[in-house]
Antibody, heavy 119, light 110 residues
Framework: EVQLVESGGGLVQPGGSVRLSCAAS????????MSWVRQPPGKGLEWVAN????????HYVDSVKGRFTISRDNAKNSLYLQMNSLRAEDTAVYYC????????????WGQGTLVTVSS | QSALTQPASVSGSPGQSITISCTGT?????????VSWYQQHPGKAPKLMIY???NRPSGVSNRFSGSKSGNTASLTISGLQAEDEADYYC??????????FGTGTKVTVL
């Protein structure tokens, strides 16, 4: 059974940093693109970033470029999102997703982890 | 990258068909056949319903269908059922090698 479990969310001060993790199981992690998608409370979905199976290619939405870094450790079946210089508008539930086709998320998503940026 | 434009809400009675539009530009929807649709129930993760404009993943009901004409994509739900009441989002690949979501549509089953 495919499972994706996010962790690392919580309350962070503006300007602070946090690292999200996504633990994958039930499939060959190194075969798939992986994505992060976020959703501010009560609002719509926003694609954040994705990364190639071997980690050699990454793409980001303009609003997080230079502040967020997506990475993966295929030996640990884990996806990460390092988030720096956080702003109030980064407050959202962050989902990781397995991306099988050309889409913003994919067929399998985690349950999400909430990041709240506030003083 | 601006969000794709969707109607805020669409409603229909059980058994009816409804269509949700998703309007972008030639740099996203109109330029690629990489439009997807997601269904999201409150408090749940999104579920992929359509990919590559009109393909359904395994397990998705054939009551859901997708199409595209120019810069506008559409999702049609036929034989509307109570369980179809949810938020729906389109998304498209863009010329910047990124993805953009639509503004979202709340579907209400009357």
């Amino acid at each position: 059974e495919v499972q994706l479990v996010e962790s690392g969310g919580g309350l962070v001060q503006p300007g602070g940093s946090v690292r999200l993790s996504c633990a994958a199981s039930g499939f060959t992690f190194s075969d798939y693109w992986m994505s992060w998608v976020r959703q501010p409370p009560g609002k719509g979905l926003e694609w954040v970033a994705n990364i190639k199976p071997d980690g050699s290619e990454e793409h980001y939405v303009d609003s997080v470029k230079g502040r967020f870094t997506i990475s993966r450790d295929n030996a640990k079946n884990s996806l990460y999102l390092q988030m720096n210089s956080l702003r109030a508008e980064d407050t959202a539930v962050y989902y990781c997703a397995r991306t099988e086709v050309a889409t913003a998320g994919g067929s399998y998503w985690g349950q999400g982890t909430l990041v709240t940026v506030s003083s | 990258q601006s969000a794709l434009t969707q109607p805020a809400s669409v409603s229909g009675s059980p058994g009816q068909s409804i269509t949700i539009s998703c309007t972008g530009t030639s740099s996203d929807v109109g330029g690629y056949n990489y439009v997807s649709w997601y269904q999201q129930h409150p408090g749940k993760a999104p579920k992929l319903m359509i990919y590559d404009v009109s393909n359904r993943p395994s397990g998705v009901s054939n009551r859901f269908s997708g199409s595209k004409s120019g810069n506008t994509a559409s999702l049609t739900i036929s034989g509307l059922q109570a369980e179809d009441e949810a938020d729906y989002y389109c998304t498209s690949y863009t010329s910047s090698s990124t993805y953009v979501f639509g503004t979202g549509t709340k579907v209400t089953v009357l």
